[in-house]
């Protein structure tokens, strides 16, 4: 399975922005998707996730302004972003689980968000 990401960049605070990743490969067996992302010094965590079905997941640091989505048809999962805050700045990475068992991640993309 490989995952492209793309969208991030440099953004002022209060804006907004859209991560989207798409998968490619062996995509039979793709369960949940979804990101974390990692602030230099600190530890990826878990921002949002998505199983096959729909049912999502949430950082509470992020509940009200991230919303995850996913087109199964495209193989894609996207991560819209709002009301962003110098503390959501980090390097995003979209994941993908496989039979629930492995999970692949994607090259990550830089979110800055200005003050």
């Known amino acids: 399975v490989q995952l492209q990401a793309s969208g991030g960049g440099l953004v002022q605070a209060g804006g907004s922005a859209r991560l989207s990743c798409v998968a490619s490969?062996?995509?039979?067996?793709?369960?949940?998707m979804g990101w974390y992302r990692q602030a230099p010094g600190q530890q990826r965590e878990l921002v949002a996730g998505?199983?096959?079905?729909?049912?999502?997941n949430y950082a509470d640091s992020v509940k009200g302004r991230f919303t995850i989505s996913r087109d199964n048809a495209k193989n894609t999962v996207y991560l819209q972003m709002i009301s962003l805050e110098p503390e959501d700045t980090a390097v995003y990475y979209c994941?993908?689980?496989?039979?629930?068992?492995?999970?692949?991640w994607g090259k990550g993309t830089q979110v800055t968000v200005s003050s």
């Open positions: 994941y993908a689980d496989r039979y629930y068992a492995t999970k692949y």
């Open positions: 490969g062996s995509i039979s067996g793709i369960n949940d």
């Open positions: 998505i199983s096959s079905g729909g049912t999502t």
